[in-house]
Protein backbone atom coordinates (compact mmCIF):
# COMPACT_ATOMS: atom_id res chain seq x y z
CA UNK A 1 0.00 0.00 0.00
CA UNK A 2 1.16 3.42 -0.94
CA UNK A 3 2.34 5.94 1.75
CA UNK A 4 0.07 8.86 1.70
CA UNK A 5 2.81 11.60 2.23
CA UNK A 6 -0.12 14.45 1.59
CA UNK A 7 -1.99 13.08 4.91
CA UNK A 8 1.40 13.85 6.34
CA UNK A 9 2.41 17.56 5.44
CA UNK A 10 -0.24 18.94 2.82
CA UNK A 11 3.12 21.81 1.99
CA UNK A 12 5.46 19.23 0.77
CA UNK A 13 6.23 19.67 -2.89
CA UNK A 14 9.03 17.21 -3.42
CA UNK A 15 9.72 13.77 -2.57
CA UNK A 16 11.30 10.43 -4.01
CA UNK A 17 10.08 7.02 -4.00
CA UNK A 18 10.38 3.87 -5.34
CA UNK A 19 8.49 2.35 -8.33
CA UNK A 20 6.27 -0.21 -7.06
CA UNK A 21 3.86 -1.41 -10.60
CA UNK A 22 4.42 0.37 -13.79
CA UNK A 23 1.25 -0.74 -16.35
CA UNK A 24 -1.09 1.11 -18.47
CA UNK A 25 -5.05 0.83 -18.77
CA UNK A 26 -7.54 2.43 -20.74
CA UNK A 27 -6.76 5.84 -19.04
CA UNK A 28 -3.14 5.65 -20.01
CA UNK A 29 0.42 4.27 -18.92
CA UNK A 30 0.46 5.17 -15.12
CA UNK A 31 3.17 4.21 -11.91
CA UNK A 32 2.30 3.04 -8.38
CA UNK A 33 4.61 4.44 -6.18
CA UNK A 34 5.40 3.70 -2.67
CA UNK A 35 4.93 6.49 -1.06
CA UNK A 36 3.79 9.68 -2.76
CA UNK A 37 2.96 13.55 -2.09
CA UNK A 38 0.16 13.29 -5.09
CA UNK A 39 -3.16 13.61 -4.07
CA UNK A 40 -5.52 11.64 -6.09
CA UNK A 41 -9.14 12.41 -6.78
CA UNK A 42 -11.55 12.27 -4.24
CA UNK A 43 -14.00 13.67 -1.69
CA UNK A 44 -14.65 16.70 -3.99
CA UNK A 45 -11.10 17.49 -4.69
CA UNK A 46 -9.53 17.04 -8.46
CA UNK A 47 -5.98 15.46 -8.12
CA UNK A 48 -2.66 17.24 -7.91
CA UNK A 49 -0.48 17.68 -10.87
CA UNK A 50 3.28 17.82 -11.62
CA UNK A 51 6.04 15.63 -12.52
CA UNK A 52 7.99 12.39 -11.79
CA UNK A 53 11.02 12.57 -13.22
CA UNK A 54 10.61 15.45 -15.24
CA UNK A 55 6.94 13.62 -16.85
CA UNK A 56 4.09 15.44 -16.50
CA UNK A 57 1.61 13.84 -14.46
CA UNK A 58 -1.62 13.68 -15.95
CA UNK A 59 -4.09 12.55 -13.38
CA UNK A 60 -3.92 10.86 -10.09
CA UNK A 61 -6.91 7.93 -9.59
CA UNK A 62 -7.15 5.84 -6.87
CA UNK A 63 -8.56 2.46 -8.32
CA UNK A 64 -8.41 -0.41 -6.86
CA UNK A 65 -6.69 0.12 -3.63
CA UNK A 66 -3.75 1.37 -5.88
CA UNK A 67 -3.14 5.06 -5.97
CA UNK A 68 -2.18 5.07 -9.78
CA UNK A 69 -0.23 7.96 -10.95
CA UNK A 70 -0.93 8.76 -15.12
CA UNK A 71 1.71 9.84 -17.17
CA UNK A 72 2.66 11.74 -20.12
CA UNK A 73 4.62 9.14 -21.27
CA UNK A 74 5.57 5.01 -19.83
CA UNK A 75 8.37 5.11 -17.46
CA UNK A 76 10.74 2.15 -17.19
CA UNK A 77 12.60 3.06 -13.69
CA UNK A 78 13.32 1.87 -10.31
CA UNK A 79 13.10 5.34 -8.32
CA UNK A 80 11.37 8.52 -9.12
CA UNK A 81 11.83 12.18 -8.11
CA UNK A 82 8.17 14.00 -7.76
CA UNK A 83 7.26 17.63 -7.76
CA UNK A 84 3.49 19.17 -7.17
CA UNK A 85 2.04 21.66 -9.07
CA UNK A 86 2.02 23.87 -5.98
CA UNK A 87 -0.03 26.77 -7.49
CA UNK A 88 -2.64 24.30 -8.24
CA UNK A 89 -2.48 22.26 -5.16
CA UNK A 90 -3.03 25.81 -2.76
CA UNK A 91 -5.57 26.57 -4.65
CA UNK A 92 -7.58 23.47 -4.15
CA UNK A 93 -6.23 23.69 -0.08
CA UNK A 94 -7.90 26.82 -0.37
CA UNK A 95 -10.82 26.61 -2.12
CA UNK A 96 -11.59 23.33 0.29
CA UNK A 97 -10.96 25.08 3.19
CA UNK A 98 -13.52 27.74 1.98
CA UNK A 99 -16.18 25.23 1.45
CA UNK A 100 -15.70 23.37 4.93
CA UNK A 101 -16.13 27.23 6.54
CA UNK A 102 -18.97 28.51 3.86
CA UNK A 103 -20.63 24.70 4.65
CA UNK A 104 -20.45 25.66 8.67
CA UNK A 105 -22.08 29.01 7.70
CA UNK A 106 -25.07 28.11 5.99
CA UNK A 107 -25.49 25.69 8.41
CA UNK A 108 -25.00 26.96 11.45
CA UNK A 109 -26.85 30.19 10.96
CA UNK A 110 -29.82 28.62 8.11
CA UNK A 111 -29.88 24.95 9.19
CA UNK A 112 -28.81 23.82 5.54
CA UNK A 113 -27.14 21.08 5.27
CA UNK A 114 -24.68 20.41 2.67
CA UNK A 115 -25.59 17.87 0.26
CA UNK A 116 -22.78 17.75 -2.27
CA UNK A 117 -19.05 19.95 -3.16
CA UNK A 118 -17.58 20.14 -6.50
CA UNK A 119 -14.55 21.73 -6.94
CA UNK A 120 -13.54 22.67 -10.35
CA UNK A 121 -10.81 24.48 -12.36
CA UNK A 122 -13.14 27.31 -12.54
CA UNK A 123 -15.55 26.79 -10.46
CA UNK A 124 -16.58 25.67 -7.09
CA UNK A 125 -20.54 24.79 -6.33
CA UNK A 126 -22.33 23.40 -2.97
CA UNK A 127 -25.28 21.70 -3.10
CA UNK A 128 -27.46 22.83 0.17
CA UNK A 129 -30.78 21.14 1.51
CA UNK A 130 -33.09 23.47 0.59
CA UNK A 131 -35.19 24.41 -2.32
CA UNK A 132 -34.32 28.47 -2.30
CA UNK A 133 -32.44 30.38 -1.03
CA UNK A 134 -32.51 34.61 -0.62
CA UNK A 135 -29.69 37.03 -1.17
CA UNK A 136 -30.36 37.78 2.75
CA UNK A 137 -29.31 34.35 3.50
CA UNK A 138 -26.16 34.03 0.95
CA UNK A 139 -25.30 37.67 2.55
CA UNK A 140 -25.57 36.20 6.15
CA UNK A 141 -23.40 33.20 5.80
CA UNK A 142 -20.96 35.03 3.67
CA UNK A 143 -20.58 37.23 6.63
CA UNK A 144 -19.89 34.88 8.78
CA UNK A 145 -17.66 32.90 6.62
CA UNK A 146 -15.69 35.88 6.30
CA UNK A 147 -15.55 36.53 10.00
CA UNK A 148 -14.02 33.45 10.69
CA UNK A 149 -11.43 33.43 7.88
CA UNK A 150 -10.35 37.22 8.96
CA UNK A 151 -9.65 35.17 12.63
CA UNK A 152 -7.13 33.02 10.69
CA UNK A 153 -8.16 30.18 12.79
CA UNK A 154 -6.08 27.59 12.52
CA UNK A 155 -7.14 24.07 10.04
CA UNK A 156 -6.96 20.49 11.55
CA UNK A 157 -7.23 17.55 9.96
CA UNK A 158 -9.26 15.37 12.07
CA UNK A 159 -10.08 11.52 11.32
CA UNK A 160 -13.50 10.12 12.36
CA UNK A 161 -14.71 6.91 12.03
CA UNK A 162 -18.23 6.07 11.13
CA UNK A 163 -20.44 4.40 13.42
CA UNK A 164 -23.16 1.73 13.07
CA UNK A 165 -26.00 3.66 13.74
CA UNK A 166 -28.78 1.17 15.12
CA UNK A 167 -32.52 2.83 15.82
CA UNK A 168 -34.59 0.64 18.68
CA UNK A 169 -38.18 1.37 18.48
CA UNK A 170 -39.88 0.52 21.52
CA UNK A 171 -43.19 -1.48 21.86
CA UNK A 172 -42.56 -3.05 18.59
CA UNK A 173 -42.79 0.14 16.08
CA UNK A 174 -41.03 -0.12 13.07
Known amino acids: MTKKLYYDDV ?3 EFSSKVIKSNHDESGFFVVLQETAFYPTGGGQPFDKGTLNDINVLKVE ?3 GEIRHYMETSIDVEEVNGVIDW ?12 QHILTAAFEDNLGY ?10 ICTIDLDTSSLTDEEIHKAETL ?8 RPILIKWVEKKRNYQVYP ?3 N
Request: hydrophobic letters at 30%.
Open 11 to 13: YQT
Open 87 to 98: DRRFDHMQQHAG
Open 62 to 64: EVD
Open 113 to 122: KTLSFHLGEE
Open 145 to 152: ANKIILEN
Open 171 to 173: FGK
